[in-house]
C-alpha cells in the first residue's frame, strides 16, 4: 500500500544553519505531495505541497521538490531561526482511490539559538 | 474565523465508559477526517466522510464509530474504551480533498485508565 517514510528524528540545529528532512514514499501512479508542520500545543497546518513530477512547493522559505525517480520530497532551507522549532510530516495523497492522506512518523526539530 | 473546533481539549476515561468527541468546522467543506497521532506512528486515519450522510473506514476504525448528520459536524464516538485508544485525536476537514489541503482543528487528549 501508500506509504511514507521520515527521517528519524528528532533533529537539532543551531540558528542559521541549513536544514534538509528526508522523505520518501511509495505509491503507484503519481500522488501529490505535502510537507504539513505543527507547532507545540497545535494542530497541524498545510507548509507546502507539489502535484506533479519536477515541481518544486516553496513557502516560508521552506522548499522541496517531487522527485518520481528517487520517489522522495525532501524539505529544506537555508538558514532556520528558532521559530521553525516544530514536528514536519511529510504526506501523500493517492493518485487514485480514497480521497485522504498518508503521513509520515513525522520529524520533531528543535533550533537552538 | 473559527475554522475547526474540537470538544474537548482534554478528557480522562475510566476503561469500558464511552464517549463522542466533537468536530465542527464553519466552512462549508465537503470533507471531514478524524486521525489519531501516537509517539513515533505519525498520524494515521481512523474514519472519514466525502459528504454529509456519508462515512468510510480508514487505516485504523475498530473501537470507533462515526457520523456526520449534518455537514459542519463529524462525530467520533468511543463505545467501550480501552487503554490502547489513549492517543491525540485531530480532526480536520477540506474542500474539496487533500489536494486543497486539510484545516486541523486543535486536538484532544483522551487518556484511558
Known amino acids: 500500500g501508500d506509504s511514507v517514510t521520515q527521517m528519524e528524528g528528532p533533529v537539532t540545529l543551531s540558528e542559521e544553519a541549513f536544514l534538509t528532512i528526508n522523505c520518501t514514499y511509495t505509491?503507484?501512479?503519481?500522488?501529490?505531495l505535502f510537507w504539513y508542520v505543527q507547532y507545540p500545543g497545535e494542530g497541524l497546518q498545510l507548509l507546502l505541497k507539489?502535484?506533479?513530477?519536477?515541481d518544486k512547493g516553496s513557502n516560508k522559505g521552506f522548499e522541496a521538490t517531487y522527485r518520481k525517480e528517487t520517489t522522495s520530497f525532501h524539505l529544506e532551507k537555508g538558514s532556520v531561526q528558532v521559530s521553525d522549532s516544530a514536528v514536519y510530516f511529510c504526506a501523500l495523497s493517492p493518485e487514485w482511490g480514497a480521497q485522504k492522506l498518508v503521513f509520515g512518523q513525522g520529524t520533531r526539530l528543535t533550533i537552538n539559538p | 474565523n473559527a475554522g475547526v473546533t474540537q470538544t474537548p481539549k482534554f478528557r480522562v476515561l475510566k476503561t469500558g465508559q464511552s464517549m463522542t468527541l466533537l468536530c465542527a468546522q464553519d466552512m462549508n467543506h465537503e470533507y471531514m477526517y478524524w486521525y489519531r497521532q501516537d509517539p513515533g506512528m505519525g498520524l494515521r486515519l481512523i474514519h472519514y466522510s466525502v459528504g454529509e450522510g456519508t462515512t468510510a473506514k480508514g487505516e485504523v476504525p475498530d473501537g470507533y464509530n462515526v457520523s456526520r448528520l449534518k455537514k459542519q459536524n463529524f462525530l467520533l464516538g468511543l463505545e467501550s474504551a480501552a487503554p490502547s485508544q489513549t492517543s491525540v485525536y485531530f480532526c480536520?476537514?477540506?474542500?474539496?480533498?487533500?489536494?486543497?489541503?486539510?484545516?486541523f482543528g486543535s486536538g484532544t487528549r483522551l487518556t484511558v485508565v
Open positions: 505509491a503507484t501512479g503519481y500522488p501529490s
Open positions: 507539489a502535484t506533479k513530477a519536477d
Open positions: 480536520a476537514s477540506s474542500s474539496q480533498g487533500p489536494n486543497y489541503g486539510y484545516t
